[in-house]
């Protein structure tokens, strides 16, 4: 079956613009995950959707990040006012939070590098 | 809070040769712990997961690594480099509670294979 997918695979963007960074779970994966992945360093937890709700928004690194999951499904990350500190790969991964407890396989999109200029 | 070291950024091993990539970890609670692959432009492929069956752990591509508490270790072995080995991977540890449920990544390591 399909994978986790995310569009763009990349994104150029200028300083102080906003920009919307899209991910498909895996169907049927109730949990979705953001991660950013800076150069020379390993994912860093963004914020945990169980459904359409975040669970767990502490990793996002300021208010000008919010993300969305509507309908349970995609999801949306969308960044204000970009920084040309922002530039990363943000990946999404999703899981179906069988086991739980820590255990899940979370399953990784290719991520969208995001290029501020 | 759950933490991770990898050891060695950079590693390189011959075709051939035994990989070893070491990854140590600082846990509260009984630790889960992942190994990811990253192959250039890709995503994280899951190679192996401990979830406190079996301490020794065997994964894809050959790949096993062995949990060890008294050294709060979980170090990935392959017997042999394949070429086709060369990438980044990366070590974490699930971080759960109140509901919540994250990896907490090490930096990773590169692996080189030389022919």
């Known amino acids: 079956g399909a994978g986790v997918s995310q569009t763009p695979s990349n994104k150029v963007t200028e300083k102080g613009k906003y920009v919307e960074l899209r991910c498909d779970p895996i169907?049927?994966?109730?949990?979705l995950y953001w991660y950013r992945q800076s150069l020379g360093q390993g994912p860093e937890f963004l914020i945990y959707?169980?459904?359409?709700?975040?669970?767990?928004d502490s990793g996002l690194p300021n208010d000008r990040f919010f993300a969305v999951r509507p309908e349970g499904s995609v999801s949306t990350l969308k960044i204000q006012r970009t920084e040309r500190g922002d530039s990363a790969v943000y990946l999404c991964?999703?899981?179906?939070?069988?086991?739980?407890?820590?255990?899940?396989?979370?399953?990784f999109g290719p991520g969208t590098r995001l290029t501020v200029l | 809070a759950q933490s991770v070291t990898q050891l060695g950024s950079h590693v390189s091993v011959s075709e051939g040769a035994l990989v070893l990539l070491r990854c140590n970890y600082s846990?509260?609670?009984?630790?889960?712990l992942f190994w990811y692959v990253q192959y250039p432009n890709q995503g994280l492929q899951l190679l192996l997961k401990?979830?406190?069956?079996?301490?020794l752990v065997k994964g894809i591509n050959g790949f096993e690594a062995e949990f060890k508490k008294s050294e709060t270790s979980f170090h990935l072995t392959k017997p042999s480099a394949h070429m086709s080995d060369a990438a980044e991977y990366f070590c974490?540890?699930?971080?759960?509670?109140?509901?919540?449920?994250?990896?907490?990544f090490g930096k990773g390591t590169k692996l080189t294979v030389n022919p």
């Open positions: 846990s509260s609670v009984p630790p889960y």
């Open positions: 974490a540890v699930s971080e759960y509670k109140g509901g919540s449920e994250k990896l907490v």
């Open positions: 169907s049927g994966h109730t949990a």
């Open positions: 959707f169980q459904g359409t709700g975040a669970a767990d």
């Open positions: 401990y979830t406190s069956a079996a301490t």
């Open positions: 991964a999703s899981s179906s939070r069988r086991g739980g407890g820590g255990t899940d396989t979370q399953y």
